[in-house]
C-alpha cells in the first residue's frame, strides 16, 4: 500500500504542477503560441518515442529475468545493448530536427513559427530517451518510488 500510495500522490502533485505551467503558459503567450507549443511537445513526443524502439521495455522483462537467476553480466549487456541503440538513434533524431525544423513547420505543418519552437524542444530528445530508459530499469529493480520522481517530475521539467 505504501509504494501505491506514494504514486497516487507523485501522480496528482505532477498533474497540478503540469496544469498550473500550461495555464500559465497559454495566458502569458496566448491561445495561438499555446496551441503551437501543444503541438511542438507532439512532435518531440513522437520522435523520442520512435527513437526508443520498443526497447525499455524489454529492460523491464529481461532484466526482471536475469534478477531472478542473479545473472549480472545479463543485466549489463541488456542495459548496454538498449543504451547503445537508442542513444545514437535519439542523437541523429535530434540533429535531423534542429535542422530540419524549418522545413517540417513549413511543408508539414504550414506553420513557419513552428521552426524554432521545434529547434529549441528538439534538444529534450535525448534526455528523454535516455530517462525512459532508466525509468524502465528502475521499474525492473522494482523501486516504485524512483520511477514516481523520475516519470512525473524529472520528465514534466525537461
Known amino acids: 500500500m505504501k509504494g501505491a500510495g506514494f ?3 507523485g501522480m496528482i ?3 497540478v504542477i503540469n496544469y498550473i505551467f500550461r495555464v500559465l503558459v497559454s495566458r502569458y503567450f496566448g491561445a495561438a503560441d499555446y496551441g503551437l507549443f501543444s503541438l511542438g511537445l507532439a512532435v518531440v513526443g513522437i520522435i523520442a518515442t520512435l ?3 520498443g526497447l525499455p521495455q524489454g529492460i523491464v522483462r529481461f532484466v526482471s529475468q536475469f534478477r ?6 545479463g543485466i549489463n549487456r541488456v542495459i548496454s545493448s538498449s543504451l547503445k ?9 535530434f540533429l535531423l530536427v534542429y535542422f530540419l525544423s524549418d522545413f517540417l513547420a513549413v511543408s508539414v505543418f504550414s506553420k513557419p513559427e513552428l521552426g524554432s519552437l521545434l529547434r529549441i524542444l528538439s534538444f529534450s530528445i535525448p534526455p528523454l530517451v535516455v530517462l525512459a530508459n532508466f525509468d524502465k530499469l528502475i521499474l525492473a529493480f522494482q523501486k516504485v518510488e524512483y520511477t514516481v520522481l523520475a516519470r512525473n517530475f524529472v520528465e514534466n521539467l525537461l
Open 51 to 53: 527513437s526508443l524502439l
Open 68 to 73: 531472478a537467476s542473479r545473472d549480472r553480466e
Open 7 to 9: 504514486i497516487f500522490v
Open 85 to 93: 541503440i537508442t542513444v545514437p538513434l535519439s542523437l541523429i533524431l
Open 13 to 15: 502533485l505532477a498533474k
